[in-house]
């Protein structure tokens, strides 16, 4: 017997990418590849109600208009690049045993510095989503800025988490070590000029 899926997008277009369907399984990670211009974020931005768009996205059967809307983007949570985290101040989440824990999983130790890698940004945008607990994640080019074995640790820690139920991933990137680590990956092609 099939599971119904965790999260669905039904014909979700906007102006920028080309209409979508998907239906990610509980525990799935899709992958999002293509290129440069083709609407990836926006799409993840849409998925989040975040972007205005067409069609329509459902989590656990219910559509996102049934949410209050931050109550969906909670649960369909939306993790920027690194480079959007520059100047924002970081919550304090590094105070609990389960954020301390996770914080050294992903290599993260000690005090934050003021001044940060790239690498470092993605590793701390990872750790905040996780804590906030989404039933959906939506990476935005988490990983672009460090080494494959920096994206081999990423990969690592979202499977983990992903093993919990009522949890899925969309990965938007280009790298190979992302990708391979995804269950299914979606190619987007490039807009075409009228």
């Not at 993840?44 to 059967?61: I, K, Q, T, W, Y």
């Not at 931050?70 to 970081?90: M, N």
């Not at 988490?161 to 280009?174: C, M, P």
Request: proline fraction near 8%.
């Amino acid at each position: 017997m099939s599971h119904p899926p965790l999260f669905r997008c039904e014909e979700l277009q906007t102006a920028f990418s080309p209409r979508i369907d998907l239906d990610l399984p509980p525990k799935g990670m899709f992958g999002l590849r293509g290129p440069s211009g083709c609407g990836k974020t926006t799409l993840l931005l849409a998925m989040a109600d975040l972007a205005p768009h067409r069609g329509r996205c459902l989590l656990e059967g219910r559509p996102a208009m049934d949410f209050r809307p931050e109550a969906w983007r909670r649960r369909v949570l939306y993790t920027p690049p690194a480079s959007r985290l520059r100047r924002e101040p970081f919550p304090e989440l590094l105070h609990s045993d389960r954020a301390g824990t996770l914080a050294k999983r992903l290599g993260i130790d000690g005090e934050l510095k003021q001044e940060r890698s790239s690498g470092e940004d993605q590793r701390l945008l990872l750790l905040r989503s996780l804590l906030l607990e989404p039933s959906v994640l939506l990476l935005d080019e988490m990983g672009a800025h460090m080494d494959p074995e920096g994206r081999g640790l990423l990969c690592r820690v979202v499977r983990e988490w992903l093993q919990q139920d009522g949890r899925g991933v969309i990965w938007v990137s280009h790298n190979r070590e992302v990708l391979e680590a995804c269950d299914t990956v979606i190619e987007m092609e490039a807009p075409v000029d009228d």
